[in-house]
């Protein structure tokens, strides 16, 4: 698996000097090296340019580098709205953002996903893409605020599906984070407002169309 990634990042992510310096400041800011990888990274870069979306939702921030993957989809006309659980990251994001051009197009809501979600509920808002990509233990949470913001035909992508290779391991005793995205996956390919399918890229992607 790990061989298969280094051979498409190699061919389809070649050197890109903005995300690498997105990568070097989440390093000097002493954050934890858990971007997204660069293939899973233009993969969403592409399914937003594919799908027209123009409303975009991401949960779980970082220091931007999905952030500036998502904006690069939409290019000038759209806006991320992004949800991040420490403030620290979300300035080190913006301000990412803001070095890729994209600073007048995004808003960081910081605190717990679920409260800002049930602020967007409240707010009426509406979205055309979803990326889910914070803490675990809420991705089933996350799935169902997503499809309630969803707009119809809305794509909703999560990250990590794969947990690292575990999810299909022949384990006797498997993590809990292991039965989690198991887990996860099973409610994802058999919502009956979803038609989904899991990309294994980087470390799996699932991706669902909501359906209209
Ligand atoms: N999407 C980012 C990227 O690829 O550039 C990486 C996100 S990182 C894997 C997960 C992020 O989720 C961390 O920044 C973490 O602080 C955030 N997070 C964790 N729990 C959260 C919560 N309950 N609410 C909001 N964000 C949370």
Do not use: W
Not at 26 to 54: D, F, Q, R
Not at 127 to 148: S, T, V
Not at 197 to 210: A, Y
Request: with cysteine; glycine share 8%; proline share 3%.
């Amino acid at each position: 698996m790990d061989q298969v990634n280094r051979y498409i990042d190699s061919v389809f992510s070649k050197q890109d000097i903005l995300l690498e310096e997105v990568v070097a400041s989440i390093k000097e800011n002493g954050m934890p090296s858990i971007s997204v990888s660069p293939s899973s990274g233009k993969l969403l870069t592409l399914l937003i340019s594919i799908s027209g979306a123009k409303d975009v939702l991401e949960i779980g921030a970082l220091g931007g580098y999905s952030g500036i993957c998502l904006a690069r989809g939409f290019g000038g006309e759209g806006t991320l709205t992004s949800l991040e659980l420490e403030e620290k990251y979300a300035e080190l994001a913006n301000r990412n953002l803001s070095k890729a051009g994209f600073g007048q197009q995004v808003t960081y809501m910081t605190g717990p996903a679920l409260q800002s979600l049930e602020q967007l509920v409240s707010e009426k808002r509406q979205f055309d893409f979803f990326f889910i990509d914070a803490d675990k233990d809420n991705y089933e949470n996350y799935l169902h605020a997503c499809i309630r913001l969803a707009k119809p035909g809305a794509l909703i992508v999560a990250d990590n599906v794969l947990a690292g290779g575990s999810v299909a391991a022949d384990n006797a005793m498997p993590t809990r984070y292991t039965e989690i995205m198991r887990k996860f996956n099973e409610t994802v390919a058999n919502h009956p407002q979803l038609e989904s399918q899991l990309i294994p890229i980087g470390d799996g992607l699932t991706v669902s169309k909501v359906k209209e």
